[in-house]
């Protein structure tokens, strides 16, 4: 059963009568979701759950969760419906190039109290990059400083969504912009490292 970035592994399928049945979870997140929420849905909605492991990646968590519930499909659509992890998804849809599935996606959160959530006009914003449309993701970014001058993170994400359309002098200034405002951050930098790599590699 897929979820999102949510995948559910079912074990000891010869007890499906059982009313309580044990299941391995595996969660693959990208490093933006909060875990804690995530770890609280589990602990709430299970009867037992212990973490088998937990790996983390340059682009995220992946756990493995033994769990026991008789009620796995609430347990997956409340995992499915959480904020955090759907805003990761948009993230990941966006960078398969999948932009009508993130399109979908980012208008629900937006429509579902995200009007000022600045995590989703971020992603409206970058989805407006992927279309060649920048006038309307600086609208966002424009609503972004509005509601929270302290949030940059979406300079960082257009420079990569520029970067990824191949528009590397505007990724390079929203880097550039990324850096200044946060310096001591390493993502403003390795964004400006691979937007010189493929500056380069097209020059070639």
């Known amino acids: 059963m897929t979820s999102l970035l949510v995948t559910i592994v079912l074990i000891g399928l010869n007890f499906i009568g059982s009313s309580r049945k044990s299941h391995i979870l595996i969660l693959k997140t990208g490093k933006d979701v909060d875990m804690k929420a995530i770890e609280q849905i589990i602990k709430d909605n299970t009867s037992n759950h212990k973490i088998k492991s937990r790996n ?3 682009k995220g968590i992946n756990i493995v969760v033994e769990i026991v519930t008789k009620e796995v499909d609430v347990l997956c659509k409340l995992l ?3 904020k955090d992890i759907k805003k990761q998804y948009v993230h990941t849809l966006l960078s398969a190039e999948d932009y009508e599935k993130a399109y979908d996606n980012v208008k629900d959160l937006y429509e579902d109290g995200g009007e000022k959530d600045v995590q989703v006009l971020d992603l409206y914003g970058q989805y407006y990059i992927t279309q060649n449309e920048e006038e309307k993701a600086k609208n966002y970014y424009s609503k972004i ?5 302290k949030y940059k993170d979406y300079q960082v994400n257009a420079a990569q969504r520029f970067n990824q359309i191949g528009n590397y002098d505007a990724a390079e200034t929203y880097a550039k912009e990324y850096v200044r405002h946060k310096p001591q951050d390493a993502a403003g930098y390795n964004m400006l490292g691979k937007i010189s790599s493929n500056k380069g590699f097209d020059c070639g």
């Not at 400083?145 to 001058?149: H, L, P, S």
Request: hydrophobic share 10%; glycine share 10%; proline share 0%.
């Open 80 to 82: 499915d419906e959480n």
């Open 145 to 149: 400083e509005r509601i929270n001058g």
């Open 56 to 58: 983390y990646t340059e």
